[in-house]
């Protein structure tokens, strides 16, 4: 059975790339506190290079982690900056304008946070808190298709 948050390859592989652009924005702050640990920038570049074709493998809910990596780095972007109540906002603005319209339409296509209780979107991590404010936001922006 295909969850109802599955894309298709087109769509995982434009996903995959703005989740890279939101998670790369917030990069320095990684590395500032683990400068020796190489696994995110790591991580960054495969995302990018599955999104250009260069990698296969993906996982199905590749929108919902899109989502995961964009409110995560939100929320990196918030407490970065304690104190400033409007950087949550701003780095969201940021990532809902480098959505490309593709990105826009496939996000559009996956359930709503907790509409669906399989997958990533479903109770968990991303259902609460800032995470949760932030995808919500997000869905809300682009709307369904």
Known sequence: MISPQTLDDADRRAAAA????????VLPLFEAEAP??????????RAR???????????AHVGAHALGAAAYAARAASLA???DPHVLDD??????????????????????????????????????GVLATVIRTLQEAVGRS
Do not use: F, H, K
């Open 18 to 25: 703005w989740a890279a652009d939101c998670a790369e924005r």
């Open 81 to 83: 900056v304690p104190g």
């Open 49 to 59: 290079a599955y999104a250009r074709g260069e990698l296969t493998a993906a996982v």
């Open 36 to 45: 020796d640990d190489p696994r995110a920038r790591e991580a960054i570049g």
């Open 91 to 128: 780095e969201v603005n940021w990532q809902l304008e480098r959505m490309s319209p593709d990105v826009r339409a496939a996000l559009g296509r996956i359930p709503r946070l907790g509409e669906d209780r399989s997958g990533p979107l479903g109770p968990g991590l991303l259902a609460s």
